[in-house]
């Protein structure tokens, strides 16, 4: 059984967390942009290259770029019979890309998989968390861009969707995602 997924949800939701976990259970890679970003930066490639010149500037990585580095990343032999993709795509855009991709390949995305918790609950917890650049207002700008760019996805993937509740113990949210995946089957 193949499981090409992506795992969406607003920050603070645990994706990075629950994506260690579920790529582990499916025994598929867990693919992160940001992970992409620091490998290509390290290799001193043209794309971490470029990378690096948007960050140094305070920019965000343009579409283009982060599209080629998924690209690349989907290609590797690891990722052939499966993968979940963890803040790609962000946008629809992106969205767009990973179809092409997977048309490519003939492939199809077998789920999306949505962690949904509260919008105060998210604040509560990345307050918590006591980074330098968290706070309130600072989370409430993130989570509204997360609401204008990435939420749409949630529309663009319904047939695919599966939301999880993203509030609980680690492991019982994991818990909930593959029961949930395993029943869409």
């Known amino acids: 059984m193949t499981n090409r997924l992506v795992l969406v949800g607003p920050p603070g939701a645990g994706k990075g ?3 260690v976990k579920l790529s582990e259970k499916l025994g598929v890679p867990h693919i992160s942009t940001g992970d992409l970003f620091r490998a290509q930066i390290a290799a001193q490639s043209e794309l971490g290259q470029a990378v690096q010149r948007y960050i140094d500037e305070g920019k965000l990585v343009p579409d283009e770029v982060t599209n080629a580095m998924v ?4 290609a590797e032999p690891d990722a052939a019979d499966g ?5 790609f795509p962000r946008n ?3 969205a767009d890309v990973l179809g092409e991709i997977l ?9 999306v998989i949505e962690l949904k918790v509260d919008e105060d609950v998210l604040v509560e917890r990345m307050l918590a968390r006591g980074r330098a ?7 409430r700008h993130r989570l509204g861009v ?4 990435t939420a749409p996805l949630i529309d663009y993937y319904s047939d695919q969707l599966i939301t999880v ?4 113990e680690v492991d019982e949210v994991s818990t909930r995602a593959l029961d949930a995946l395993h029943a869409k089957k």
């Open 92 to 94: 629809i855009g992106q």
């Open 83 to 87: 993968f979940l993709l963890d803040g």
């Open 71 to 74: 690209r690349e990343r989907l």
């Open 17 to 19: 967390t629950q994506a």
């Open 165 to 168: 509740d993203g509030v609980g």
């Open 146 to 149: 997360y609401r204008d760019e």
């Open 103 to 111: 048309r490519e390949i003939d492939h199809p995305l077998d789920a």
């Open 133 to 139: 650049d968290d706070n309130e207002d600072v989370i």
